[in-house]
């Protein structure tokens, strides 16, 4: 091998040390954490890979702030801080003051936390943002790659059959003799039999890789199996969730996340001009109610978040009809009562165009919600920031809504992008808190907790986002004010940057 | 077994020596070092589990890859372009090039695990890094590994059969030493099989058989020299052993979560198997048929002898390996977990009693499988005792 054989080796080596994308959420993959790393104010974006073992590319962003040295470290929820790998030190991305940047491999299909350390003038601070990594993708050969790969088979198998052939018309034959007829016919029937034992080999080959590749498909990543309808329980209409999936015995339990075990919404079909954000009560391990705002009949899309203990966040996929009067068969006697954090909206339908101009919203209960709309697109990191104003223009003074200054969904008209995301970004704060328990920095500075007491009233929001695929999205933005929660919806277009 | 019966004429004794030409030199030293790279990028995996193209590991596979590649690839154009009525006489052809065949089939090999590369690094982005040692990629890449060593293996036998009788001693060696590297190969590839944890079930004894008897017979039926197999065995156990002892002196933490087992020096590869005493049978029973022709019933004998001792040894050998006995430096039994495996009682246990327990049926597999391998040797071993370029 010479070093025009080497050169591809050097190029596949650079392609392995190359980034992956990743997979989590509804079609919504990527992580991000605004907040703060002890003294640090901190944005952290986690790309998880889509197969695992995989890599992960982690951007740590600290604005102004002055670092030393920025270290990443992945935490897998059984192994703990005890068998987590020895950090990675996070490199400065040139060009980008305050930006750093590290890749993380990703051994198992597990919940992690990934520890950001940020050493500095300011002295040293630590933050966990959680990440779920599982398979999500299988990747199809490019036709490039496949023509080259084919080719180079080609020519292996065709040296292999001319190997044989060689070897048994001269490799026996005394130095400086010339094969006869006999020899060159054996070598011939020699190279036949061993083109069909070649062929045979690879049709092995070929149906030990579709094997993988049946077995790849299989071990992606599906949220537990659920099924949903609309039910009347002492005269008034329920929502009825159970999840049915053997995995739910292994699986460790779920956990309260903003106090409530499940954050459920509805959105209604195809138009999106109906919307709740419910907090169904566990009846029994697996079925789970909640009572049904007064929505418009029809077909809504169901998406229900939930964390299990080991910080592993699952978002549950339905579709259930709401009719204009649930069945009254299925009767339950039990009244549901309303969670009194429940909410919800109707709307106009999605707009079959993109609005252009100013983005305002009107919240339901009076005021506005006005959005600073940065250019969209996909895959660029946008941070969406709304204003909220009551009826006179002033700002509207916020409350906590669930322990969070804000709640916001975002989804594709078509329903293959789904993300429930905070002020602090996509982040579970019910795994977090779980992971910075298990890694000893429960209560460290920087760790956010349910309690906002004490923080000055805002009217503004903002959320760290990227756009995953391109096409129409709707979102809804939930603030809460004199005790009320408002929502103000909008729509987006996004294209190919 | 007429197709199969050869007849190998008696050879008089080798015993003085010859130098190695430089190219079977530079085809043994990459064998080597292609085999030494391999079992250390193993124990790289199973220690420090993150890599890059540049490990000390991967560049002793490469250099070994280039150095018997390049080294062929020059002698095919010196024989083409350059050689002697000698040199080309004593070569074949190849799509209008000559070399020996050797030569060729080193080419081939190194073409092979070229080709891999990119499919590996292309299934590692598909179906994720994969942690095995058997996947398709891994398996074409072992493919090209291997052949490189028997392109050496053949190289040295032709150069031996055709030296004049009584001469030719570096070059049986040379050939034993590469058959001895063809068997750690091939007991490498089969490690997730061959922990001594298995060494009660039947599985291992199944792939046992249809691997090894193939080449122990085939280098006892082609080597000038007596106790040939027994002499690549002795080979196989040296270059193994040494890697279990060297290896382990390297402190190493692993770089990859989560960790398990919290290892502090380089993982060591298994102990190797026992070969070498059931290679002592394999020789007598060959040598018993020299200058004879030799047949299935040959074979089944040489499977029989190959079975119940490799079978006996390995029996009570794993026992000891599995236990706290074999916790130090010369087994390093206890050495051999990657940081990722969970410490357990399974590690001094034997694995799959219930699905895989060694039965009369699995012993019978096992034996046939012998039987077709050592009869595939016999006849192998014949056609190679007669290549001479």
């Known amino acids: 091998m010479s070093d025009r054989l080497l050169r591809p080796l050097v190029a596949v080596a650079m392609l392995l040390a190359a980034a992956l994308p990743a997979g989590a959420h509804v079609g919504s993959p990527n992580v991000f954490y605004d907040g703060s790393a002890g003294p640090y104010p901190v944005r952290v974006i986690v790309r998880p890979p889509v197969v695992i073992p995989g890599l992960a590319e982690i951007t740590v962003k600290l604005g102004d702030a002055k670092a030393d040295e920025v270290t990443v470290q992945p935490i897998q929820w059984q192994a703990g801080t005890k068998g987590a790998p020895p950090p990675d030190v996070a490199a400065p991305v040139p060009g980008a003051p305050g930006v750093w940047s590290a890749q993380l491999w990703l051994m198992i299909g597990s919940s992690y936390g990934v520890r950001v350390h940020v050493k500095g003038p300011a002295g040293v601070g630590e933050v966990l943002v959680p990440v779920t990594a599982v398979p999500s993708r299988v990747l199809e050969m490019k036709q490039g790659l496949g023509v080259v790969l084919a080719a180079l088979g080609l020519f292996l198998f065709a040296g292999a059959v001319t190997l044989v052939v060689s070897g048994v018309r001269e490799s026996a034959l005394p130095p400086g003799e010339v094969p006869d007829e006999r020899q060159r016919t054996r070598a011939r029937m020699a190279g036949i039999v061993a083109a069909v034992l070649f062929a045979l080999a690879l049709w092995g080959g070929r149906s030990w890789w579709d094997s993988v590749k049946a077995r790849a498909r299989e071990n992606l990543y599906k949220p537990f199996h659920v099924t949903s309808a609309a039910r009347l329980a002492a005269g008034k209409p329920i929502l009825a969730l159970t999840i049915e999936d053997e995995r739910t015995r292994d699986w460790s339990p779920l956990m309260p996340d903003h106090g409530k075990l499940m954050h459920l919404f509805l959105l209604r079909e195809p138009g999106l001009d109906a919307f709740a954000h419910l907090h169904p009560v566990r009846q029994d391990p697996n079925r789970f109610v909640a009572a049904l705002p007064p929505l418009p009949a029809g077909t809504y899309r169901l998406y229900a978040d939930v964390v299990h203990e080991s910080g592993f966040a699952q978002t549950l996929v339905d579709k259930v009809t709401l009719p204009a009067a649930p069945v009254a068969g299925a009767q339950a006697a039990t009244e549901v009562p309303p969670d009194p954090d429940d909410s919800w909206r109707a709307v106009e339908p999605l707009a079959p165009r993109a609005v252009l101009g100013p983005k305002v919203a009107m919240l339901a209960g009076g005021g506005t919600l006005l959005w600073h709309q940065e250019p969209l697109a996909v895959n660029r990191e946008v941070t969406l920031r709304f204003e909220a104003r009551d009826p006179e223009g002033r700002p509207l003074p916020l409350e906590p809504y669930m322990g969070m200054l804000s709640h916001a969904v975002i989804t594709r008209n078509d329903g293959q992008v789904f993300v429930h995301l905070h002020p602090m970004g996509t982040i579970n704060m019910a795994a977090q808190e779980s992971f910075a328990a298990k890694a000893g920095m429960a209560g460290m500075p920087g760790m956010p907790g349910m309690d906002h007491a004490g923080q000055a009233p805002a009217s503004t929001v903002s959320f760290p986002y990227e756009f995953p695929q391109p096409g129409r999205y709707r979102i809804w933005v939930q603030v809460k004010s004199g005790g009320q929660v408002r929502t103000g919806v909008f729509d987006a277009e996004v294209g190919k940057p | ?389």
């Not at chain 2, 060494?199 to 007596?226: D, K, M, N, Q, W």
């Not at chain 2, 060959?286 to 190959?306: C, M, P, S, T, Y």
């Not at chain 2, 060694?358 to 595939?376: E, M, N, Q």
Request: proline fraction near 6%; charged fraction near 10%.
């Open chain 2, 1 to 389: 077994m007429e197709s199969v019966v050869e007849t190998v004429a008696a050879r008089p004794r080798v015993e003085t020596a010859a130098a190695l030409p430089w190219y079977l030199t530079a085809m043994l030293a990459g064998s080597t070092s292609i085999v030494i790279g391999l079992l250390w990028d193993i124990s790289w995996h199973m220690t420090i589990g993150r890599d890059t193209f540049w490990t000390p590991a991967h560049m002793a596979i490469y250099l070994g890859g280039v150095l018997a590649g390049v080294s062929c690839g020059a002698l095919a154009l010196k024989t083409t372009f350059a050689g002697t009525a000698a040199e080309r006489g004593a070569s074949v052809s190849f799509w209008g090039f000559r070399a020996p065949l050797g030569a060729w089939v080193v080419i081939w090999g190194a073409f092979a695990m070229l080709t891999s590369a990119p499919l590996d690094d292309w299934w590692h982005n598909a179906y994720g890094l994969d942690v095995e040692i058997l996947s398709p990629p891994h398996s074409l890449l072992g493919a090209g590994m291997i052949t490189i060593q028997i392109g050496a293996m053949l190289m040295a036998l032709a150069l031996q059969n055709r030296a004049p009788a009584g001469e030719g001693r570096a070059l049986g060696l040379a050939h034993l030493y590469a058959t001895g590297i063809v068997l750690l190969m091939a007991a490498t590839l089969i490690t997730e099989y061959s922990y001594p944890n298995h060494h009660h079930g039947g599985l291992f004894y199944e792939i046992a058989c249809g691997v090894f008897p193939l080449t122990l017979v085939s280098v006892a039926r082609s080597s000038r020299r007596r106790w040939a197999a027994t002499t690549a065995c002795a080979f196989y156990m040296l270059l193994a052993c040494s890697m279990v002892w060297i290896l382990p002196l390297f402190p190493a933490h692993p770089k990859l979560g989560p960790i398990n087992t919290p290892v502090d020096h380089m993982v060591a590869p298994l102990f190797p198997l026992l070969l070498i005493v059931p290679a002592l049978a394999v020789d007598f029973l060959v040598q018993r048929r020299e200058g004879k022709r030799a047949g299935w019933r040959d074979a089944l004998l040489i499977a029989v002898a190959f079975l119940v001792l490799f079978l006996a040894v390995q029996w009570f050998f794993s026992e000891l390996l599995i236990s706290p006995a074999a916790h130090n430096w010369f087994f390093a039994s206890d050495r051999h977990w990657e940081y990722s495996s969970t410490p357990g009682p399974y590690r001094h246990q034997f694995w799959h009693p219930d699905t895989d327990p060694l039965t009369l049926r699995s012993l019978g597999i096992a034996l046939a499988l012998a039987t077709v391998s050592s009869g595939t040797g016999l006849w192998r071993g014949s056609g190679l005792s007669k290549v001479q370029r």
